[in-house]
């Protein structure tokens, strides 16, 4: 039905704000919109359809950084990129700043996972990162438990490193990520599935998050996070579909006070946008306010 929404700057009109950012809800243009789009809508739930599935239950970890993650996210901050980048924000001149904004972004992500990421340095140690040695500490609990894990990064190296240390723990893994050939995916998601003496199975969050049914795991760890909300809601789903017996446990590491705690806050927001209206909203940085755009870039201790 072309023009039933009118056009672009009709919409952006008639539906000038769909949350309110101030009290963090859903306003009357948003119920607006739903009740014009509801009509043309076909939903059906996985509880609906899979009501045998079992629970799958959400857990946070809450990590703070060390003093080396801290000292060289503050360096960052303070760095003549991030101070131009923050003027240019405050003047709002920022719309033609996305390729800095995104690169100083995941620079602070980077050093959120390992510094070595964002140093680029040849050797590291364990110690150096907060979070990763929180993920040790929930591997080995993971592990001594008998559950089996999917590991979801964005970051090639850090996947990397993670197999490193596994290694060094002597806990059985595999991998999959964006340069495992094709027909070698479905090799080894089988032989994960059926070989219970591989505790973990590494995946990069865009190559592992759809299509593969990991059901032989039953612990998902979000060892970093993707700026859209729907594709870490599929990667956690590898292992909660149909033919899931156990209870599926969702671990997210995230460290406080920086770009990631934030970053997962709007995620919470977009997927309640997607809930409101049943659509995906792909904005990205695009939608993001000034002030909200000013607070990535801060350490909040």
């Excluded at 009709?10 to 119920?31: C, I, K, M, N, V």
């Excluded at 801290?70 to 405050?90: C, F, M, N, P, Q």
């Excluded at 990421?117 to 001594?144: M, N, R």
Aim: proline residues 3%; hydrophobic residues 35%; glycine residues 6%.
């Amino acid at each position: 039905m072309p023009g039933y929404l009118g056009s672009h700057p009709e919409f952006r009109s008639r539906y000038p704000s769909l949350f309110d950012r101030r009290t963090a809800t859903f306003g009357q243009h948003a119920t607006d919109l739903k009740k014009r789009v509801g009509p043309f809508v076909m939903r059906r739930l996985k509880k609906d359809v899979a009501a045998e599935l079992p629970e799958k239950i959400v857990s946070d970890r809450i990590v703070e950084l060390s003093e080396q993650q801290v000292r060289r996210y503050k360096e960052l901050l303070a760095g003549t990129d991030a101070t131009r980048l923050r003027h240019s924000i405050e003047q709002d001149n920022y719309k033609t700043e996305g390729i800095n904004i995104l690169t100083l972004m995941s620079k602070l992500r980077a050093i959120c996972n390992h510094p070595v990421l964002e140093s680029g340095a040849s050797t590291w140690l364990i110690e150096e990162s907060a979070k990763l040695d929180a993920f040790q500490q929930l591997l080995e609990e993971v592990v001594e438990g008998n559950h089996r894990a999917l590991v979801f990064s964005q970051f090639v190296k850090m996947l990397d490193i993670i197999e490193h240390c596994l290694r060094e723990w002597k806990i059985p893994n595999l991998r999959i990520d964006g340069k495992t050939v094709a027909n070698l995916r479905q090799t080894i998601v089988d032989r994960f599935n059926q070989d219970q003496t591989y505790r973990c199975l590494l995946l990069s969050t865009r190559a592992g998050g759809v299509g593969l049914n990991l059901t032989g795991a039953d612990t998902v760890i979000f060892y970093d996070h993707d700026w859209n909300p729907t594709n870490d809601l599929q990667a956690q789903d590898r292992a909660h579909r149909i033919g899931q017996k156990q209870t599926v446990t969702v671990y997210r590491l995230i460290t406080k006070g920086t770009i990631e705690e934030k970053i997962l806050k709007y995620q919470e927001r977009k997927i309640a946008l997607a809930q409101a209206l049943i659509e995906e909203d792909k904005g990205g940085i695009k939608n993001l306010t000034r002030e909200e755009l000013l607070s990535l870039f801060s350490f909040e201790e």
